[in-house]
């Protein structure tokens, strides 16, 4: 869990987009999460950083540098085969490491701390090789998520997500309300107001926000093709700080840590798959009819394989992991339907697996 030595900063393009402009008003709110998910799996952490299977950092770089050679002699790997090696990568990455981190004399060893460093960029240019010289798939994408994901064996969080199946299962059970597109954002940001003036100080009022929240969201959905370009940037501030609101609470020792991250991860991963399959309903039902509405579903279909990181996909459920898979397979005749629709050619889309794959290899 923790990256250590070899934490690097991602990749925020893909094909001159900016990944992260879905996100950019949620930074505030990325920061609230990032405490509490530090809070949560603190004791964690600490326990694997002193675990090594090196005595010396020497042993560490050698070992690193075997493995370069390893990796360097493989070539067109199919994309199993390649989870395996990544894994591998990041197995080998904890133990050095952790060596490293226990190491009590830096200055006598620094020579090799910059022999690993610089071993590992090339372990990572190593693999970005392997990722591109094969075409993959977005649900290619996906499955690389969820089997390097370092918390994909983690059987207290999986734990935690059995826990919280019931409610999230219910949510589906409430259908969404029947009022015109202005009638449903209208209510949706005078539900957020009031939560803003209540706030959320407990478990039962996250929930209640979170079922609440839910009705409108997906109602809001029912409208996507005229709202999906519209500026709803009041919505999205405010949500934002409902959810600083759960984590504030957190923080204060109101809502324990590891529900306010759970649910809330839960709550993220479903209006992810819910946008997902409206806008695959909207294209199959020829919703999609202007150029604007199609360049904005398409943004709207790469958000799971852009916003979903490895703790993300570890707390899917399995109807989630499934549902995503089969949207996955669609993806790529979605959106050339939507090119056509805008009006375009392009197909550079295709090569977005691959660079998609890239970029989660930048922060191992």
Known sequence: MCKGLFKVKSERKIMGVDVISYLKKQSVLAKGVAVCFAIFILASCGEKTGNSMFQAVKNAADAYRSYLSEVRKEENLPTERLIEKINDWQSLRDSVSACIAKDTANCI?????????????SL??????????????FADVLLIKEKTSQYRQDTELAQAVTDAESFFRSLDSVAPCHGNAKQTVSAYQSFLANTLKSGIDSKDKMLAFIQEEDWLFRSFLSHLPKLADADLSAITRDTEKCCLSVFQSAEDGKISYRDALIYTARRTNRRIILNALACRNDINQGNVKTEAQARAYVWMLLQPYVALDGFSVAVLSDMERTTLHAVADRTPQMIAKLNKTAGTDN??????????????????
């Open 109 to 121: 060893h620094a020579n090799y701390e910059s022999e690993i460093r610089g071993l590992h960029d």
């Open 124 to 137: 990572r240019i190593e693999f970005t090789r392997l990722a591109l010289e094969k075409s993959r798939t």
């Open 347 to 364: 197909d550079q889309w295709r090569v977005l697996p691959g660079v998609l794959i890239k970029i989660m290899l930048t922060s191992i």
